[in-house]
């Protein structure tokens, strides 16, 4: 079995909250879980120290235990100095896609064009 440290989320529409909570991968995101062992309110300002609430001790267990947690509870476990994450770098990420390549070159050669015309 293997297990997750997740996000699942409640709260009324456009008002989200969510429990961290340890969970069979399998099973659906707002479905059956194992353990519940923290709590993130989004709506709440980032330097309010109630946004994210973990159990320290049950956070631990279930890492010991095996369980992965996701990218989003990852970045929350390592700024409680639980786990450390590592950087990611997409250079590739910044680079406009192929049309949009296409689109600024034409708008540099219609630039180009009639400032060349101009210094003849």
């Known amino acids: 079995m293997s297990l997750k440290i997740r996000l699942t989320r409640g709260g009324a529409k ?3 909250y969510y429990r961290i909570v340890v969970a069979d991968s399998r099973s659906p995101r ?16 980032k330097d309010d120290a109630g946004r994210v609430v973990l159990d320290t ?10 369980a992965q947690p996701t990218d ?8 409680a100095g639980l786990l450390k994450r590592s950087p990611r770098n997409n250079p590739q990420k910044a680079v406009p896609g192929k ?21 003849a």
């Open 14 to 16: 456009k008002r989200p």
């Open 30 to 45: 707002d479905g059956r879980f194992i353990e519940k062992v923290g709590t993130y309110d989004p709506m709440k300002p």
């Open 57 to 66: 001790e049950k956070v631990q267990a279930w890492l010991a235990k095996g």
């Open 72 to 79: 989003r509870v990852l970045r929350f476990l390592d700024a």
């Open 99 to 119: 049309k949009a390549q296409e689109r600024a070159d034409a708008k540099a050669a219609a630039a180009a064009a009639p400032a060349e015309g101009e210094a």
